[in-house]
């Protein structure tokens, strides 16, 4: 089969271990008086507000059905049980492929919780996730999407720890009028419940939906958007080397998350400045919720080094090598410039190193080689979320050669062996933006 890269390449607009001595008896006797020191109180009871009680984090509807996932592995922040939501495929044909998404909706690693807690709630606990959801984007069915045919399973987030998480019951420490508290980062637990689940057949809550075992034969898309494209990275390499034990052939897709690096921007105060909080959130991050990030990163890198492992552009750009890979960002993503922009650069510089970072995804390979170029398709747009937004799936485009191009086309022609490189300017030279919504996940 003949493969066609499609590459813009106008220009911008806008312009880029230790020893421990024994203690001495004054030292024992330390320990003795704090050993009785209560226990700090779990999230739900730790804090003064009143959470915003409002939504879910999904809209209801009957497309999609719940999973309650029942171990004590797979817990929420707050310890209420993880969910899913699942629908069978639409067909016997389509029984043995999957299209999974990892909702988003950014996190916390420390005492940063507590307002997490107190303003978006919904992303921390499922107490309030409905029986089922209605569908959307990538998980529309119907006869504009040639995937929605698929096994269809969501996963609800909220471990606040982007997929990665490792640790139960962790005291996080008082900070200035945030008292300490204990909460659980459980994301690696959910997803492994996830899939312990789909193995066996999972069935829906109420018993509407009852899904074929996850078995070989087919393929299977893992995406997720935003905090989830996060997960995405951070699980890649070894759930698609889960998926193929079944037999099932893995494809990527990462949305809204592809943030430019050191090679991408300009050097100076903004860049110090950016590059010193990834550090920081990292080693906060490391403390509390310990994430499992992709093991070839970690190994290729010192101590010193890994935080470029939690950092989308970086580890997506490099070390995502046992499936093809799809990314997809807005080049003025409005999310994602946030943290750049606070750091001192402009949006003008963001974009530009947006549209770097994805050209040179697309043309060279990272540190660790993949079979294909990773396809990328960036639209000269600002919305961020574009996975599952019905609208920015697949009626925004990007004209190429005078032929629209949509998102959902895009990640259909690489799925068919096209390498795909379709990146426009900001302003935008080729793209047709729709109205940017609010949509963070």
């Given amino acids: ?156 987030y909220c471990s606040s720890d982007n997929w990665a998480g490792t640790q139960q019951n962790v005291e996080v420490d008082a900070v200035d009028e945030i008292p300490a508290f204990r909460i659980h980062f459980n994301g690696k637990g959910i997803l492994e419940e996830v899939f312990s689940v789909l193995e066996a057949g999972a069935v829906s809550d109420g018993g509407e939906e009852t899904l074929p075992p996850l078995v070989g034969g087919g393929w299977a898309l893992w995406t997720g958007t935003s905090g989830g494209c996060q997960g995405v990275m951070n699980t890649a390499d070894r759930t698609a080397e889960y998926l193929r034990s079944l037999g099932v052939s893995p494809w990527i897709v990462c949305d809204a998350n592809y943030s430019p690096t050191t090679l991408d921007l300009p050097a100076g105060e903004a860049l110090d400045t950016y590059v010193a909080q990834r550090k920081l959130r990292f080693e906060i991050n490391q403390q509390y919720a310990q994430p499992a990030f992709d093991q070839s990163c970690l190994d290729a890198h010192p101590e010193e080094e890994e935080y470029l492992c939690d950092w989308t552009g970086y580890g997506l750009r490099n070390h995502i090598v046992e499936a093809p890979l799809f990314v997809r960002m807005s080049l003025a993503d409005n999310t994602i410039s946030k943290a750049y922009i606070d750091a001192g650069f402009t949006m003008e510089e963001f974009a530009l190193g947006v549209r770097s970072l994805m050209l040179r995804s697309s043309s060279e390979d990272g540190n660790e080689a993949p079979e294909r170029p990773i396809a990328v398709y960036g639209p000269g747009c600002t919305q961020h979320v574009g996975l599952t937004d019905n609208e920015w799936f697949f009626e925004t485009l990007i004209y190429v050669n005078e032929n629209p191009v949509s998102f959902h086309d895009a990640v259909v022609a690489w799925m068919g062996g096209m390498d795909v490189a379709v990146v426009d300017t900001v302003p935008p030279t080729n793209s047709v933006c729709g109205e940017a919504t609010d949509d963070t996940d």
């Fill in 1 to 156: 089969m003949s493969i066609i890269i499609y590459l813009l390449t106008s220009i911008l607009a806008c312009g880029n271990k230790e020893t421990t001595a024994e203690p001495s008896s004054d030292d024992t006797a330390e320990v003795e008086d704090t050993a009785d020191v209560e226990e700090a109180s779990f999230l739900t009871e730790a804090f003064s507000c009143t959470p915003d009680l409002d939504g879910s984090g999904v809209a209801s509807g009957s497309d999609l059905m719940k999973v309650t996932l029942n171990s004590e592995n797979a817990l929420c922040n707050d310890g209420s049980p993880a969910v899913m939501f699942v629908r069978r495929a639409a067909t016997v044909a389509d029984e043995q492929n999957w299209v999974f998404h990892l909702q988003g909706g950014g996190g916390c690693g420390g005492s940063d919780c507590e307002k997490r807690w107190c303003e978006r709630n919904e992303k921390m606990t499922s107490v309030r996730a409905p029986e089922g959801m209605l569908e959307k984007g990538i998980l529309t069915r119907g006869p504009q999407n040639e995937l929605g045919n698929a096994n269809q399973v969501y996963v609800y």
